[in-house]
């Protein structure tokens, strides 16, 4: 079994910045508002149904409980008995509408009012809502009962409180048995302490300074620093048995019966089992309070969704000059570079998505058959639940925060996992980041493949990865082993096919600014060039001045070419250097982790240069007899992320468009496509699984779920099939469900 101390993990409740000990910025209002009136009803979304005779049978409604949006049934106005019992359940949506929907489960989000109902029950509003005040209550969590019990064993990070707090407004939510839900996730709050409970400061090579682990304490997520650092989890998992009173007393401040169950319920702690398994799997902690807050509904509401993408731009802002700092300390990334594709790239995501997120979130009305003509079919926009993002080196805070605007865009808990090899920004993510996003429903992993794989051992809603191929598989296996959906981007050769008839130099600027931008540390770069000889021959002198004019006669000593992430790039990119012929540049120097922009001519395909992803700043060019031949080439290969074309000749473009198949494709131009948030951003086949960007994030985080609300009567129009079955019943049923070739004529 493995030691925890080998393990080097962090996780930051956004309250106290452990390595400089300075307080940090508070949790914006509008979220501390939102934490105190947690589980509050999204947007209401009311679909009319149409209305139908009232017949029927009631009480049904009442026990549904469902989440989201409420849709009154037709048929139900004599149900104002049922309704009774629902809003017992405890409705914190806004209830509106016909009464009897209103009552008639206990839901948050939106109520969908059905027609039919009217003048059914208009006492439902009042038993929704006291469900609700009653469940709200108890939000103010057991976060002071934490306080409390902490402070003696290093890091203690409270999660129990929340998972009282689930528990309370697990009731809100009105799920049946969520009383359950709520008493288990009382119980992975308190063993969630001792997962969490780990340095930050240990990753990044400091040491914490000790003493603060009592020093906060009145927000239910205390941390110590010291000792983490990096050398022991073990002393995290000391931490747990701190953890282990605290649920229970943070839920005294929490209403009803459940809080009996989770105080009744041994925690890991007290059965001797808990610091094994948190050795074993130290972030199952973590994910169990995750998703106990996701069980509270919390990040359901739109308004809570504004206010956490609200917050990621002011760090966004506020921590500007700290990021492009750390950019330039990890891959001396120039800061012109740094704004657009990191900052301002991810800007523009959180602005998009706050722009349209209530047109998102609405449920979609589908079409109908005859058989359920009257109902109500449709798309409800649900969360995934906890997801995950792990991100690669090249692009920090892109690659990470970019997939985080839409998992909260959709109303999901959040884990993520920067790159460890970027690790100026990922020190500065893991430390700042927490400080503006919600605690409850957001955290910060930090560590490398170790870490990953442990934390992958958990069951997550979502996984979404960034990375290389390699580690794609393994992230895959990992996913299966739970059923786990999962968005793969991932990396290969992007080929760029440059026409005998093409502006020259116009091309080789666009391609040199795609390729050597962070110097070629990129995985949409064009990898390679394709073309013919002759066309070879007059492109390499537009390089080459391209290359000069952007970088200058010694690209060492621009500020505008970045350098490599690490030594084992460095060499392997150095060794391809031997292929082909060095046509431009060609430098290196070790110590400065320096490639000189580098283009190869004559490349063979043999040459380890055409076997595997370049991923740095050298660009080969491989020759071919046509263009045909070239598309043959493209072809015989793993599909690459992208494809470029360039050429005068739009046909030719075209064709290479119509005849290839890649993630994406750009004619006439390089990396620029990737800015267009209203393009799907993705691999097909080896270079990824799924897409993202703009609505495309909100969507890989959304469950579509496909819905159907019936009303209780028209039982006449069911009877057709039920058995005993007949011919005459088959007809008829097969008319009403089937669905017809436009255009044929069923007469004949
Ligand atoms: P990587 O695959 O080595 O690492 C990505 C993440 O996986 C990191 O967070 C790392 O900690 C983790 N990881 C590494 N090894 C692991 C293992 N054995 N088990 C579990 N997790 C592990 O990628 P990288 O070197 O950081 O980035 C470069 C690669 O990413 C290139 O192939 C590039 O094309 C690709 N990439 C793709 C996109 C895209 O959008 N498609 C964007 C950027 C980079």
């Given at each position: 079994m493995e030691r925890a101390g080998e393990i080097v993990q962090s996780v930051f409740s956004g309250q106290w910045d452990i390595r400089q000990q300075r307080k940090v910025p508070e949790i914006p209002k509008q979220i501390k508002d939102m934490q105190s009136t947690e589980g509050a009803g999204a947007q209401p979304q009311q679909h009319k149904f149409q209305e139908i005779p009232l017949q029927s049978d009631a009480g049904q409604a009442g026990s549904s409980g469902a989440s989201g949006q409420q849709r009154g049934f037709p048929g139900q106005s004599k149900n104002s008995g049922s309704s009774g019992q629902a809003g017992s359940s405890g409705a914190s949506g806004q209830q509106r509408g016909s009464s009897g929907q209103a009552g008639s489960c206990g839901a948050s989000g939106q109520q969908r009012g059905f027609s039919?109902?009217?003048?059914?029950?208009?006492?439902s509003g009042q038993q929704g809502s006291s469900g609700q005040a009653e469940s709200s209550g108890s939000s103010g969590r057991g976060s002071s009962g934490q306080a409390g019990s902490s402070g003696s064993s290093g890091q203690q990070r409270g999660f129990s409180g929340q998972a009282g707090s689930s528990g309370s407004s697990g009731q809100q939510w009105g799920f049946p048995g969520q009383s359950k839900c709520s008493a288990s996730s009382g119980q992975p709050g308190s063993s969630g302490s001792s997962g969490q409970q780990r340095g930050s400061l240990g990753q990044a090579g400091s040491s914490g300074s000790s003493g603060?682990?009592?020093?906060?304490?009145s927000s239910g997520q205390q941390r110590g620093?010291?000792?983490?650092?990096?050398?022991?989890?073990s002393s995290g998992q000391a931490g747990s048995s701190g953890s282990s009173g605290r649920g229970s007393s943070g839920q005294a401040g929490s209403s009803s019966g459940q809080q009996q169950k989770i105080q009744d319920l041994p925690s890991p702690s007290q059965d001797n089992k808990g610091g094994e398994l948190s050795r074993m799997n130290p972030y199952a902690g973590l994910v169990d309070c995750l998703r106990a807050t996701w069980l509270t509904g919390k990040t359901r509401p739109m308004e809570y969704r504004q206010g956490q993408l609200e917050a990621l731009n002011r760090f966004l802002e506020e921590r500007r000059s700290d990021l492009l700092h750390a950019l330039n300390q990890d891959m001396r990334r120039p800061h012109f570079e740094g704004e657009v594709a990191e900052v301002a790239f991810t800007r523009s995501e959180v602005n998009n998505a706050l722009n349209n997120l209530s047109c998102w979130m609405k449920d979609e009305n589908v079409s109908k058959n005859l058989a359920t003509k009257l109902d109500c079919a449709f798309i409800r926009k649900d969360p995934y639940g906890v997801v995950v993002i792990i991100a690669p080196y090249n692009y920090p805070i892109n690659l990470l925060l970019v997939p985080l605007v839409g998992a909260i865009a959709a109303g999901n808990c959040v884990i993520v996992k920067p790159s460890e090899l970027a690790r100026h920004t990922e020190r500065l993510l893991a430390e700042a980041l927490p400080c503006y996003l919600d605690p409850e429903t957001f955290a910060v992993v930090t560590g490398g493949s170790e870490e990953v794989t442990k934390l992958l051992e958990n069951q997550f809603d979502y996984i979404f990865f960034t990375g290389s191929p390699r580690v794609g598989k393994i992230i895959m296996t990992a996913a299966a082993k739970h059923l786990t959906p999962l968005t793969l981007e991932l990396g290969g050769k992007n080929p760029c096919y440059v026409d005998k008839c093409c502006n020259f130099q116009n091309a080789a600027n666009r391609i040199v600014w795609g390729k050597f931008f962070n110097a070629g540390q990129t995985c949409i770069a064009p990898d390679y060039v394709i073309c013919t000889i002759e066309t070879q021959e007059r492109l390499m002198p537009c390089l080459r001045q391209a290359i000069r004019e952007f970088y200058g006669e010694c690209p060492q000593d621009s500020p505008d070419f970045g350098r490599l992430i690490d030594d084992k790039h460095f060499r392997r990119l150095r060794a391809f250097l031997e292929c082909g012929r060095v046509a431009i540049g060609g430098e290196s120097d070790e110590c400065d982790r320096y490639i000189a922009p580098t283009v190869l001519a004559d490349v063979k395909e043999w040459e380890p240069i055409m076997q595997e992803e370049v991923f740095g700043p050298i660009l080969p060019i491989f020759t071919v007899g046509d263009l045909d031949e070239a598309i043959h080439y493209i072809n015989r290969k793993q599909r690459p992320l992208v494809a470029y074309a360039f050429s005068c000749d739009c046909k030719v473009v075209n064709h290479v468009l119509n005849c290839t198949s890649s993630g994406n494709f750009s004619g006439n131009?390089?990396?620029?496509?990737?800015?267009?948030?209203?393009l799907p951003f993705g691999g097909i086949g080896y270079s990824g699984l799924g897409k993202y960007h703009g609505k495309f994030s909100f969507d890989t985080f959304t469950h579509q779920r496909g819905t159907l609300l019936r009303c209780m009567g028209l039982e006449a129009i069911n009877t057709v099939r039920y058995p005993p079955y007949t011919e005459g019943k088959l007809q008829l049923l097969l008319s009403l469900v089937d669905v017809k070739r436009k255009g044929m004529c069923t007469l004949l």
């Open positions: 039919g109902q009217p003048g059914s029950c208009s006492s603060q682990a009592g020093s906060s304490g620093s010291s000792g983490q650092a990096g050398s022991s989890g131009d390089t990396i620029i496509y990737s800015t267009l948030v209203s």
